[in-house]
């Protein structure tokens, strides 16, 4: 893994939109997933392993009574994929772990926290295309016959209609990255994307270290924190537009007005 501290706004920016150019198509385009945390030390694991540690049977039980008890139109239709990406995005301990197309969105992810503007924050990449190289070949074969980088729910539906078939898919383990449904405006706005491993207690974390040329992370310095801050307000990268609705709107104008302590 190559940690990288930056040292000022103009070289943080660098950094973030580094290896973006694609000259067969002459534009940026980014291969990254990103995942802003405001603490450097913090690790890639996910919700459900800090609750279930190595139980693997807990996942089924979370999402069985999460299903029996939602409403049950929450979801767009009745697939698992769905049902698992309404679950996350509703706070309920899974596989899954937030990430975004965008870096400006992880920034705002690693400087929100103003409790925690005393240490160093981080932004994780991790190149998805070549981890797609690692895929079982049932899944290569479908994102080369779609033509993508990524999945969605129906293409993961079309391969494993359950959990227990996508963990049999290969004997080795493996990551995808899938992109939730557009259940509402917070996923929109955030360009959200989720990571999912290949079994309830694998944390992805572990396993890069074994691919340490597929991921990388920027340390944003915390002295730099309040100036990357200020000027993500300024580009609008708020959650008043990260989180759409009345919740959004006290948090950003809270955050907003606190005075600095000088």
């Not at 895929?135 to 539906?157: H, I, Q, R």
């Not at 537009?241 to 919740?247: A, I, K, T």
Request: charged residues 30%; without cysteine; negative net charge.
């Amino acid at each position: 893994m190559e940690d990288i501290l930056a040292s000022n706004w103009a070289d943080l920016l660098d950094r973030l939109y580094e290896g973006s150019w694609r000259e067969p198509l002459g534009r940026f385009r980014s291969k990254y997933a990103f995942r802003g945390m405001s603490d450097a030390s913090y690790d890639l694991q996910t919700s459900l392993t800090r609750l279930a540690g190595t139980d693997e049977k807990l996942e089924g039980h979370l999402l069985r009574n999460f299903r029996k008890y939602a409403r049950r139109d929450s979801a767009p239709d009745d697939s698992i994929w769905n049902w698992l990406a309404l679950a996350q995005h509703h706070g309920l301990p899974t596989r899954l772990l937030d990430w975004t197309y965008s870096p400006l969105v992880a920034l705002h992810f690693a400087t929100e926290n103003i409790e925690k503007y005393d240490v160093d924050g981080v932004i994780w990449f991790v190149d998805f295309v070549k981890t797609n190289q690692l895929l079982p070949e049932k899944l290569k074969a479908l994102l080369e016959e779609e033509g993508s980088n990524a999945f969605t729910v129906e293409m993961l539906d079309r391969v494993a209609g359950t959990l227990a078939d996508y963990d049999r898919l290969w004997g080795e383990e493996f990551v995808v990255f899938f992109e939730p449904p557009s259940l509402d405006d917070r996923i929109v706005n955030q360009f959200a994307l989720f990571s999912m491993m290949s079994s309830p207690v694998t944390r992805l974390d572990k396993w890069l270290t074994t691919y340490p040329k597929l991921y990388r992370r920027v340390i944003i310095p915390a002295p730099l924190k309040w100036e990357v801050r200020d000027k993500l307000d300024q580009a609008n990268i708020t959650e008043r537009v990260l989180f759409p609705g009345l919740d959004g709107l006290s948090n950003w104008l809270k955050r907003y007005y606190i005075k600095k302590n000088l």
